[in-house]
């Protein structure tokens, strides 16, 4: 980022999308008609998955304008790629501003800018042509404030075409990757109809959670923009705190190996400000990810026949990672992070809930004073006994 705060955009978001479409693996093979077929069943599987996740957990959308806003969108691997960059442009807008302030007091950025966004647009698509392997679906909280595009004629008109336009944040969508889906439930052996709700019904978990919770994407936007405000532009501020990571992680002076033990690119370069409000953003989003998975579980049985084959056979997968390249990008990428949100998150809500129910858990969406500090989440009778009682 830092050298490509010459250039008026940081990232040449567009080159990123082509990197990322030219690098990414193709899905599993299938059959245009068995294509066209997923397809339509992950739709099918999305509406029926919102009148369930709202029977289970007793959540309802403030307004069904709301509801209706927030479409669902079944994807690609290219697909996924371009609404991820639409969301990032929304995101880091604020620190693209803050570069180019500092932009205007260098006397070299006009050199390096467009070099800096190339070379940054190239680091991401390949960022994102791994990651578009790996996500089975995303509520996208940040989507740009505009409709899909329509698809051409073509093979990958299966699939929704969301646009890669800068335009401001709108009130989300979500995001069910088909070929991935496929994939796992190929991998895993399940069977596809019953995998596929149970995958919508974790999706339209976090959908619910936005709709129905009016103040809560405000609330993590704002945490975002001040974790972003808290970045430090300065290339030898960052540079240091690299040089003291890459001392810890190869024995070098300047780091302790303790320090990089269970870091990732993202704490390496936070400043103490920005480790507090990561504390607080990593509570938020453990409950939204163990509440998706809770209530997924939770519905299961009624209309997911497999459900405890399928729950046993993936967690099984997520214990057992995959090789050791695979499993070193996704720790230096937080990954390894997000899974342990999953698991701490729904040990918080199954607690909080066996002492209170799930009305009394609900009482977690009432403000954001009401939501779980970070060690809460460790500890559901200490929420219970400030929150719930």
């Known amino acids: 980022m830092t050298s490509a705060s010459g250039g008026a955009d940081m990232v040449d978001w567009n080159l990123a999308v082509a990197t990322a479409t030219r690098l990414v693996r193709p899905g599993p093979e299938v059959s245009r008609e068995e294509a066209a077929a997923v397809v339509a069943e992950l739709r099918r599987h999305a509406l029926a998955a919102e009148e369930h996740v709202r029977a289970f957990t007793g959540m309802h959308s403030s307004s069904l304008s709301q509801a209706a806003a927030t479409p669902v969108l079944v994807v690609d691997r290219p697909g996924w790629v371009r609404a991820n960059v639409a969301g990032f442009r929304t995101v880091v807008q604020p620190l693209v501003e803050k570069l180019q302030a500092r932009r205007a007091s260098s006397a070299t950025a006009g050199v390096f800018g467009a070099v800096g966004e190339k070379a940054t647009g190239i680091e991401v698509g390949a960022l994102l042509a791994f990651l578009a392997t790996k996500v089975l679906g995303q509520y996208e909280t940040f989507a740009p404030a505009e409709p899909p595009l329509e698809a051409p004629d073509s093979p990958a008109a299966l699939f929704d075409k969301p646009r890669l336009g800068p335009d401001g944040p709108g009130p989300g969508r979500l995001l069910l990757v088909a070929p991935n889906i496929v994939h796992v439930e190929r991998e895993l052996d399940v069977d596809p109809s019953d995998f596929r709700l149970w995958v919508c019904l974790h999706e339209e978990t976090h959908r619910t959670q936005f709709t129905a919770v009016p103040w809560l994407r405000d609330h993590i936007q704002s945490e975002v923009q001040s974790f972003l405000a808290e970045t430090d532009v300065d290339p030898g501020a960052l540079l240091e705190r690299l040089r003291g990571a890459a001392g810890a992680f190869g024995g ?108 009394g858990f609900n009482r977690v969406w009432t403000s954001p004073n009401t939501l779980p500090t970070k060690d809460e989440i460790h500890d559901p009778a200490a929420w219970v006994a400030r929150v719930a009682r």
């Open 252 to 359: 070098l002076p300047g780091g302790g190996r303790e320090s990089a033990s269970s870091g990732n690119l993202l704490e390496i370069v936070q400043s103490p400000a920005q480790r507090e409000i990561l504390g607080r953003l990593t509570a938020v989003m453990s409950l939204l990810e163990g509440h998706a998975d809770v209530v997924m579980d939770g519905v299961g049985p009624a209309v997911v026949p497999t459900v405890a084959e399928i729950r046993e056979k993936f967690q099984q997968r997520r214990d057992r990672g995959a090789n050791r390249l695979d499993l070193l990008l996704r720790r230096l990428l937080g990954m390894d992070a997000k899974l342990r949100q999953y698991q701490d998150g729904a040990v918080f809500v199954r607690g909080v809930v066996d002492r209170v129910g799930m009305e």
